[in-house]
């Protein structure tokens, strides 16, 4: 068996574990109608999760990505419904702005040497704030694209429905695998993270990578806003709150490293659907509070973080430091 | 301290900074250095300032030890919703308020020491070994106050956030001693130069001989009572805990104090006063905004302008600008 492929198994087998368990408890949940809502009420956060796997992978992070989502819903609405553009051409406004908002925010963190964390903190404030500027009240999108895409879906085995928003986010794991494993894109990113400097010494163009890399994280937030306005109907400022802690939460349980050069973009999927799992189960169990979906989340990270040591130390030959001090 | 080095502290840009925003303050709104007394207290608008801008500056306190060690505590906010929530809940249920505040500033403790031993003893990344807490954290407190919001009516909890002491609020009081107790530990003892010992090379740092866990254990301890101090205020303030608002984004502006008032994020450079001074910006700003008519939603705006305006000063390219600008100066003869 690999080595380097055992976070990935023993957080597929958690989500196994902890699947089984649960429908060992509620049989129903053993459907394809809670699979396809697990798809669904999670699309948005997993393609933002999908940007935030290449970040973290080079080293980096991105707080802005909840304030990005919340920016598009209110700019697509505002287009919409003010401006009367077609939705579509609102979208591709949308992703053009995230995309440049995400080229700036890591020319700055490249450029000006400033941490990442710092650098996406001030972006998550000026996306946050022009979106209340723009409209601090929330707007509804009615337009028959709207009507037409949430009404149409596949119909699985079973009842479930695979709608268009859970199928956008499966085909943007699928890119996001691709682009990350399979190009020099993905190559780069993962030489990034491990050594900045050893990767300029091997010529890998450092400051190109790390604008694509944020702006691909931004754009991904940007479609993940679209994804939001499509499952709302709506463009609110304060949606999407926090959108970015549950996405590292996904990417550290999925087993991407958080000082960066190693990650699967597969295993923030089974993040994301282990939070979706969470919640699932809180919802068919009806007697626990909502709160302790934060709380379980929590130590599912926790726990995590403690895994990937235990995996990692034992693993490792001669006791390499994975982690930084 | 000498004279000199005092008039130095004085010319920092900061306080350049701070007199600016104070002076467009006071352009907007005449009335603005205008402090009446009035049943035993000050009043007015600078005071208000002070008043607001203690939550954050006693968070930012805290929060400049954490980064001066080269990490970041994001918790602090959840920190704060969980001691708020403890003292809430306790005193509604008839514990003497003493024993509440004690408990809850215990409670900061306890969530301090456990950041502190997941960075120390598990050598997780601050970032993430703090992120548990802060997803956890807010749970925690809904826990405790059971999904609602507790209110309470026990003196002694709303003096520490509304009460006076000496004309001045109660939290700027608690701010400035705490203010002064940490500024002295740091500067009148070695902790100072151990601390930026660890945060410029932890491994130097322990080769020298200083025993870099217990300083990043008590660091964090530190970070978490400073927090759960924050929380009481608050709490007293709005008499009740509001585990799902109190503290929402603190930690944010806590940090974002710390590197206005110039500490580095790359550790070893530290100075409590100016953090302090920087939570005293951003509340300055906010007041600006909010007298002068505007949206308080412009608010997040300007904060991430003036962000973007530091980190480019402080960019070593801006550095090399400076430098080059002033090399040529001394050249061309006058």
Redesign the interface.
Known sequence: MNRALRPLIATTLIFALAYVAAVLQYPSMLSTRVLGNFLTDNAFLGIAAVGMTFVIISGG?DLSVGAVIGFTTVLIATLIMWAGLHPFAAFAVALGVAALFGAVMGA?IH?????S???T??????A???A??LS?DSIGIKHEVYTAISRSYILLPGGGRLTVIGLVMLAVFAVGIILAHRTRFGSYVYALGGSETSAALMGVPVARTTVLVYTLSATLAGLAGIVFSLYTSAGY?LSALGVE?DA??AV?IGGTL??GGYGFIAGTFIGVMLQGLVQTYIVFDGTL?S?????V???L??LF??LQ?LVFSASSPKGKVF??? | MRRSNLKAHLLRPQFAALAAVLFINWLLFPGFFAITWQDGRFFGSVIDVLNRGAPVAILAIGMTAVIATRG?DLSVGAVMAISGAVAAVMVSDGTPAVVAVAVALSAGLVCGLWNGV?VTY????P???T??????????A??VTE?SIVTFADPLLIYIGTGSLLGLPMPVVIAAVLMLLATLAVRRTALGLLIEAVGVN??AARFAGISSRLLLLLVYTFAGFCAAISGLIVAGDIRGAD?NNAGLWME?DA??AV?IGGTS?LGGRFSIPMSVVGALIIQAMNTGILISGF?P?????????V??LI??L????AAQWIARRTTAAERTPR
Not at chain 1, 111 to 115: D, N, R, S, T
Not at chain 1, 291 to 295: P, S
Not at chain 2, 297 to 305: D, G, H, T, Y
Not at chain 2, 314 to 317: D, E, V
């Open positions: 992070i700055a450029y000006l040497k400033v941490p964390f710092i650098v903190l001030a972006g998550m404030f000026l946050r704030g022009g209340s500027v601090p400022s802690l590292i939460a550290v958080l000082t509070s709160w302790w979906t934060k709380i989340i929590g130590g990270l926790f973080i403690l040591r982690w930084k001090t | 970041v997941l598990l050598d997780i990344q970032i993430i070994a992120l548990v807490l802060m997803v956890a954290g807010r749970g925690l809904q826990l999904g932890r491994s585990a944010l940090i974002l590197v994020l949206s939603q412009f608010n997040l705006v300007v904060k991430s302008a962000i973007i980190l480019v402080q960019s070593p390219m």
